[in-house]
């Protein structure tokens, strides 16, 4: 069965750097596009970035633009959220997501706290 899981995430002062990963099985993962999205409690989640299967097409929401890079190591079967001068406001969970054959699954997400 398809399974994604997070990991990476935890505790960083304003301005450092997290890197996550998503280790995705059960499906082949080269040929799917695969999502970041984060949550804070209390609001909507929000798309943070989207990678193309083989990379081609990346786009990220405005508020990240600059400052996080998403990638896929297609061997590995992993996607990864490079966040770079992270701010308070990126504190959120964060969770992969992929559509395969009509049906959407996710992670469990990782936290990300940004704070002095």
């Known amino acids: 069965q398809v399974q994604l899981v997070e990991s990476g995430g935890g505790l960083v002062q304003p301005g450092g750097s997290l890197r996550l990963s998503c280790a995705a099985s059960?499906?082949?993962?080269?040929?799917?596009?695969m999502h970041w999205y984060r949550q804070v409690p209390g609001k909507e989640r929000e798309l943070v970035a989207t990678?193309?299967?083989?990379?081609?097409?990346?786009g990220y929401t405005d508020s990240v633009k600059g400052r996080f890079i998403i990638s896929r190591d297609n061997a590995k079967n992993t996607v990864y959220l490079q966040m770079n001068s992270l701010k308070p406001e990126d504190t959120a969970v964060y969770s992969c997501?992929?559509?395969?054959?009509?049906?959407?699954?996710w992670g469990q997400g990782t936290q990300v706290t940004v704070s002095s």
């Open positions: 997501k992929t559509i395969v054959v009509g049906t959407v699954y």
């Open positions: 059960g499906f082949s993962f080269r040929n799917y596009a």
């Open positions: 990678i193309s299967p083989y990379g081609g097409n990346i």
